[in-house]
């Protein structure tokens, strides 16, 4: 990673994308570097809910989370200064969250394959999204049908077989490039 840069930060940079691909330990990385608060919707969810996901989506169904997590990244990015926030696999595929998110935050896809992204969730259990069938299947259906969406963020950043601090040179580089020249 590169040595710490001065900047200050205008507006929240929110991370989306398949789940594996890395937001959380990116985006916690890419807040060290600029010196600002870490956050992620998922644990943020789970402090206003007081359970878990996994709990959520059992107990209420996929609509309660979903909709707790519009009101959460809506609040986040309202009321919160500038700050890294990582997002669950859907909150920039509901088309109310994504217009916060493009509205208040500069929104980074963190792309990856399919054979990247696979073996980092096979063997996880707190993924509810996966445990409806085959999860490699679901996991490409929802790539399918996913990337065209994510493909509207701001940024995209390919980070397949690459290490989280090289990710967060390619999304300061592209920052720095694209906003704050």
């Known amino acids: 990673m590169s040595t710490a840069r001065l900047i200050i930060l205008p507006k929240t940079i929110t991370l989306v994308g398949m789940m594996g691909v890395g937001k959380t330990s990116v985006g916690r990385r890419l807040a060290k570097e600029l010196g600002v608060l870490f956050r992620d919707s998922d644990q943020e969810v789970e402090n206003a809910a007081g359970q878990t996901?996994?709990?959520?989506?059992e107990w209420y169904g996929e609509q309660?989370?979903?909709?707790?997590?519009r009101r959460v990244i809506t609040r986040l990015?309202?009321?919160?200064?500038?700050h890294i926030l990582s997002t669950g696999v859907e909150a920039f595929i509901n088309p109310e969250s994504r217009a916060v998110i493009k509205e208040k935050?500069?929104?980074?896809?963190?792309?990856?394959s399919l054979e990247t992204i696979y073996p980092?969730?096979?063997?996880r259990s707190h993924r509810p999204q996966l445990e409806k069938g085959d999860k490699q299947e679901i996991l490409e259906q929802l790539i399918n049908?996913?990337?065209p969406v994510y493909s509207e963020a701001d940024i995209q950043i390919e980070c397949d077989h690459q290490s989280a601090d090289?990710?967060?040179d390619?999304?300061?580089d592209e920052l720095e490039t694209r906003f704050w020249k």
């Open 120 to 123: 980092r969730v096979a063997h």
């Open 166 to 168: 090289l990710t967060v």
């Open 145 to 147: 049908q996913y990337y």
């Open 77 to 82: 990015l309202s009321s919160e200064r500038p």
């Open 105 to 112: 935050s500069y929104s980074v896809w963190l792309r990856a």
């Open 53 to 57: 996901v996994a709990n959520i989506y």
């Open 64 to 69: 309660a989370f979903k909709d707790t997590e």
């Open 170 to 172: 390619k999304i300061i």
